[in-house]
RNA sequence: CGGAGUAUAGCGCAGCCUGGUAGCGCACUCGUCUGGGGGGCGAGUGGUCGUGGGUUCAAAUCCCGCUACUCCGACCA
């Protein structure tokens, strides 16, 4: 008999649903502070592997690690007007540097003469020391990156795709034309679309911002954009080209090779903990998480089944030389990642906390493999079929690891591919078909398939149309790159237009 | 910050209307039988019922205030 753990199912109500998720999967918690997570060991792992692969990748493009301070004086913001207007109703200000005891309750002292900003984002404090470093054209391009965390005071808090505080990583570059930086927030945009896909099996699409929705105090806002389950859009990375707009505000000036004293183009783009939200409501399905191979913690679990004490000693060495064996397979590169769960707990306990986790192997090995040197194998994405478990001969397993990884990975990718191609409206012409298809207010998934979700369509370039796809609920989520360059309507003021964009409801 | 709802054991809930000294399922502990799709049986551990006040002989229960959380909106990665 099958119990449901999850208490509601993608169908019965999408966003209790992915709640159930974090909860079951053990990822994450609200913490007592408000507005602020909890990140579980399972949760900050998969985290680390992100940090791992997109790290790797941030250097392979010529970036190098920093570190600037979480504190930025207020003036820095004053100093940017559109960035100041963008952040100012979600900053946290440290006003007090201490504490006094009055009548016995603790009360801030020590009033700092200018308050301090905690990080919203720093491309203030960070174009505040580019203006030192660069004198010269020799001096350029400067490329950074730096791990932190930031603080956005939100209303409306949700685990990993809206907290107070989150974690992320934000790439600042500045550059002697406009055509190289530019050109550089096209380039690590890219790197986001290929880090979502190979090694998140996320597909996204990739395009620009409108005018409207750019980030505060940017020339061009470029972004991936992710198809969830319930067919809302999320936003999974950004990358901004600035030019000279920081630089002007921050002094960043060199001295050209004719000799002239010229302002720095620079850009800035990051990604963050919200990848985790996005992993979760890209893979998860009605039993937990689904975590794909290339950011698992541990891509294959060993569950001993050790009831039968006689044979405890016997069943534990056999699983040591299974992980052994598996230490000389690897996986994109990297050695293959095991874990051998010798908790004590029950074993059947134990394989469905794994499948909940969404680990990609679970394997139970028990007295029966011993004699016919075999595992049990199950395959988290087969969970619904009969070859959920399997009885693979030892050496077959070891030697086929590296594939079945890969095919995990790629029926992972191929799933989220089809779901995002399949509900990609193209053929909406009108406003009025528009108008019809985003009458459901309320998103919900039918079967497998979400209510509402993408439209391709026309948009005439207007500008103050904010209204009115505030009263629809749904945004531009993005210019795609790949322009038709064909004729239309625009679907929301009718009038012509030849610019395609992605409408959708998001997060 | 606006609208709605919730707050009782680690989690999910009942009890409240009609006040009388705390209950169920899961989890956890011990024993036992099981054993590779989420066990069975038996015995246990665990709660000043979110918080402050009021009514009463007596409050989880009735009244007033506060706080937190969840969902919907606005805002956002």
Redesign the pocket.
């Known amino acids: 008999?099958?119990?449901?753990?999850l208490?509601k199912t993608r169908e019965q109500n999408y966003?209790?649903w992915?709640?159930n998720v974090i909860?079951?999967a053990d990822m994450a918690e609200?913490s007592s502070s408000?507005?602020c997570m909890v990140i579980k060991p399972w949760g900050y792992g998969i985290w680390e592997r992100m940090q791992r692969v997109l790290d790797d990748m941030i250097k392979e493009t010529g970036h190098d690690n920093c570190y600037f301070p979480l504190f930025i004086p207020l003036s820095f913001f004053q100093k940017e007007a559109d960035h100041v207007e963008?952040f100012a109703?979600?900053m946290a200000i440290v006003t007090h540097s201490r504490l006094k005891s009055v009548d016995g309750k603790l009360t801030p002292d020590g009033q700092l003469e200018e308050p301090l900003i905690i990080r919203p984002t720093s491309e203030t404090i960070i174009a505040d020391s580019f203006s030192k470093w660069v004198k010269s054209y020799r001096d350029l391009p400067v490329m950074m990156n730096q791990w932190a965390n930031v603080v956005?005071w939100?209303?409306?808090?949700?685990?990993?795709?809206?907290?107070?505080e989150?974690l992320?990583q934000e790439g600042h570059t500045a550059h002697a034309t406009y055509d190289e930086a530019e050109k550089e927030a096209q380039t690590m945009l890219q790197v986001y679309a290929t880090f979502a896909r190979e090694a998140l099996a996320v597909p996204v699409l990739t395009g620009k911002k409108p005018e409207f929705?750019k980030?505060?105090g940017a020339v061009d806002t470029y972004?991936i954009e992710a198809m969830m389950q319930d067919g809302k859009s999320?936003?999974?990375?950004?990358s901004h080209f600035l030019g000279q707009n920081f630089a002007k505000s921050a002094n960043i000036k060199f001295q050209s090779s004719q000799g002239t004293q010229e302002y720095a183009y620079t850009t800035s783009w990051?990604v963050?903990?919200?990848l985790i939200g996005a992993l979760i409501m890209t893979h998860g399905d009605d039993?937990?998480m689904v975590v794909p191979p290339v950011v698992a913690p541990h891509q294959i679990v060993i569950v001993p089944?050790?009831?039968?004490?006689s044979k405890i000693d016997a069943v534990m060495s056999y699983a040591q030389k299974l992980k052994s064996a598996l230490s000389s397979a690897s996986f994109k590169g990297e050695r293959v990642r095991v874990k051998l769960d010798d908790r004590?707990?029950?074993?059947?306990?134990k394989?469905?906390?794994w499948?909940?986790k969404g680990a990609p192997l679970v394997i139970?090995?028990?007295?029966?493999?011993i004699e016919n040197n075999?595992?049990?194998v199950?395959d988290r994405t087969k969970?619904?079929?009969?070859e959920?478990?399997e009885?693979v001969p030892f050496d077959d397993f070891v030697s086929s690891v590296t594939e079945r990884l890969a095919t995990i990975q790629n029926t992972l990718l191929k799933q989220a591919e089809d779901r995002l191609n399949k509900n990609i409206r193209n053929d909406i012409k009108t406003p009025g078909e528009f108008e019809k298809y985003f009458s459901n207010?309320?998103v919900f998934i039918e079967g497998d398939k979400p209510s509402v979700a993408f439209v391709r369509g026309k948009w005439s370039g207007d500008n103050d149309i904010?209204e009115k796809l505030?009263?629809m609920?749904i945004n531009i989520r993005c210019i795609p790159f790949d322009q038709s360059g064909t004729q239309g309507t625009c679907l929301i003021t009718g009038k012509p237009a030849t610019v395609d964009v992605i409408y959708a409801r998001?997060?």
Do not use: H
Request: glycine share 6%.
């Open positions: 008999m099958k119990q449901m753990t208490q966003p209790e992915y709640q909860t079951v609200n408000p507005g963008g109703k979600e956005r939100e209303m409306r808090p949700r685990l990993f795709l809206r907290t107070r989150f992320w929705d980030f505060p972004c999320l936003q999974a990375g950004t990051g963050t903990t919200r039993e937990g089944l050790l009831k039968d004490k004590q707990k029950e074993s059947v306990d394989m469905w906390e499948t909940r139970e090995v028990g007295p029966r493999d075999a595992l049990m199950r969970i619904n079929l009969k959920w478990k009885i207010s309320n904010a505030k009263s609920k998001s997060y």
